[in-house]
């Protein structure tokens, strides 16, 4: 299906930012894209609009009970000045079974992508070209109903905004510091953690701030119920290299499937390398790194694609990897998904959508 939005253009554009300072997420291009959901209507009234602040009752039930869900991509313009994104489907199917575990109608199919593209084309001029900069793409549903009760609400809004974004790692990519936490957990098998809620996020900003105290980057979540098993890194999938071996958390109800996740183990299967999606806990991976076995840590994710890792703190112990270097495999997989999302490498897997 195809679907058409009418455009109102702002009467008054805003100045692009300087290339070189941008910065992630805190400047939004000149226009949004709205939707609206009711009862009697279902999804309606798709359009673009200048960007400005929302109304909402302030009884809405996202403000309450957090009925709310999120996505988050990238459009890319090439050399030659194409703009292009990066499994955008991806998102839509992840976007549907995030509404269907928090009870939000899920969209027509294809609307979402049709939404982005369509935004995307009015704000082509919003997209940096300088290396490593690129439109960071966010779509989400709130809860806008003004109701008080606990129920799925009658009313939602989908919108779409755009921020231009800088390379995640101004000096390159720099191998960070994880702090393993072992307090709080982010997420067990039955609720959360496989869909993209706010609500994820609300409940790991404690452990975030408290490695940041600790002058560390990101924590290391482990599993909920025996605080053994490796399972995020922050808001990003981890992989862990033993022996060869790339290992990575299965996709058993607790974890984000990203789709940076999935784009690094289909590049690493085509290059030979052998990866498993199995449980790893934490005792093993020290084990294997005290003899030496474990040779490269690396979180995936939209936003910072790889993200070498080059030191982990496990209480009172401590782990350092590759000697603070980043890995060969982190580096041949940074370059490559980047080469492929700014169109420098041949899109053999058929990942690409280009803005017409
Ligand atoms: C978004 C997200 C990721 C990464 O997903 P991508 O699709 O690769 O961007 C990983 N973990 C969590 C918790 C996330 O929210």
């Not at 930012?17 to 910065?23: E, F």
């Not at 990519?173 to 953690?193: A, F, H, N, Q």
């Not at 002058?215 to 482990?222: N, R, T």
């Not at 909920?224 to 490796?230: A, N, Q």
Request: with cysteine.
């Amino acid at each position: 299906m195809r679907h058409e939005f009418p455009v109102t253009k702002t009467t008054m554009p805003k100045d692009k930012p300087d290339t070189d300072t941008l910065a992630f997420g805190n400047r939004f291009t000149d226009h949004m894209f709205l939707m609206d959901y009711n009862q009697e209507r279902g999804w309606h009234n798709g359009r673009i609009v200048p960007y400005a602040p929302i109304c909402l009752d302030p009884a809405a039930s996202v403000f309450h009970y957090a009925q709310e869900m999120f996505e988050g991509l990238k459009a890319y313009k090439t050399s030659s000045g194409n703009v292009q994104l990066f499994r955008p489907e991806k998102n839509e199917e992840r976007a549907k079974r995030t509404c269907e575990r928090i009870c939000i109608p899920t969209l027509p199919d294809g609307l979402m992508v049709e939404a982005v593209k369509a935004l995307v084309d009015v704000e082509r001029d919003w997209i940096p070209d300088k290396p490593n900069t690129s439109l960071y793409i966010r779509p989400f549903i709130i809860a806008t109903e003004p109701f008080l009760g606990v129920r799925d609400a009658y009313n939602y809004m989908f919108i779409v905004i755009l921020s231009p974004v800088g390379p995640y790692y101004k000096e390159g990519l720099l191998p960070t510091r994880i702090y393993v936490e072992d307090e709080y957990v982010r997420s067990v098998k039955g609720g959360t953690g496989e869909v993209k809620i706010g609500g994820n996020y609300a409940v790991g900003l404690r452990s975030e701030k408290k490695a940041h105290e600790k002058g560390y980057a990101q924590v290391l979540w482990l599993d909920g119920i025996e605080r053994r098993f490796v399972e995020e890194i922050g808001t990003s999938n981890a992989f862990f290299v033993i022996d060869g071996e790339v290992v990575t958390a299965p996709l058993t109800g607790t974890i984000l499937p990203g789709i940076t996740r999935d784009s690094v183990m289909t590049l690493l299967r085509s290059w030979g390398v052998n990866v498993s999606e199995r449980r790893l806990s934490i005792e093993d991976l020290y084990e294997a790194h005290r003899e030496g076995r474990l040779s490269e840590v690396f979180a995936s994710g939209t936003a910072a694609v790889i993200s070498p890792v080059g030191e982990l703190c496990w209480g009172d112990k401590q782990m350092i990897i590759n000697e603070k270097r980043i890995g060969t495999l982190s580096q041949k997989l940074y370059d490559e998904l980047t080469g492929i999302q700014y169109g420098r490498i041949e899109d053999r897997f058929g990942w690409i959508t280009e803005i017409e």
